[in-house]
């Protein structure tokens, strides 16, 4: 696994080395600046500095480098564009996403969204407060519902409805459908299962 996200994260840089950071920074919504060589990346609820002449990625609050998942999401999320598009403002389903979205999702519900129901399901009062430390707002979806800016081009809507002696607990993760054009269907995937962990970390009991 960790031979994948080597593999991954060295593949990133390279691919971010052949997009113009003008470019990134318009079609992305980041920010450039052009004497350091840096692009100022949101993500969930921090800054990232991507020094382009360094090749270094790290959170602009502490300096630390994030984890190598995040460090790919980041690096993906600035490279993987072909087109300039805009967020259609609505929510699907992973299973709606092109190139392998209902292939994929089994899989992304047993990784991703089995972890928020065993970890809110049955304490779903407690999720506003995880989610608004990622920068989550309120939704009107479910029970209770959070959407997320994860990056400025890729909000996700995590929604959860509780559980009780008679109905099983459950919940969803949805996209803006703009995002086949900002990140490939791994990454999408990615994104979802980076996002429910970081809010199933901070579930009261873990």
């Known amino acids: 696994m960790q031979n994948n ?5 060295d593949k990133g840089w390279e691919d971010l080395k052949l997009k113009e950071p003008a470019d990134i920074a318009h079609n992305m919504q980041v920010e450039y600046s052009p004497g350091k060589q840096q692009l100022i990346v949101p993500f969930l609820h921090e800054n990232y ?100 800016p994860v990056f400025p081009k890729t909000p996700l809507c995590v929604s959860l409805w509780e559980g009780d002696d008679e109905i099983s607990a459950n919940a969803t993760i949805l996209f803006d459908p703009s995002i086949e054009h900002f990140l490939h269907i791994e990454s999408v995937i990615a994104l979802g299962e980076y996002l429910a962990r970081q809010l199933v970390k901070l579930a009261p009991g873990r």
């Open 5 to 9: 996200y080597r593999v991954a994260y």
């Open 49 to 148: 500095i991507v020094d382009l002449a360094k090749e270094t990625l790290v959170r602009g609050s502490d300096g630390e480098t994030p984890g190598m998942d995040a460090s790919i999401l980041i690096l993906h999320y600035l490279s993987f564009f072909q087109v300039s598009a805009e967020v259609a403002g609505k929510w699907v389903s992973l299973k709606e996403i092109p190139n392998g979205g209902m292939l994929f999702y089994p899989a992304f519900h047993k990784d991703a969204i089995c972890g928020l129901i065993k970890a809110f399901g049955h304490q779903v009062a407690a999720f506003p407060d995880c989610a608004a430390r990622l920068g989550g707002q309120p939704a009107k979806f479910g029970d209770v519902a959070a959407a997320f």
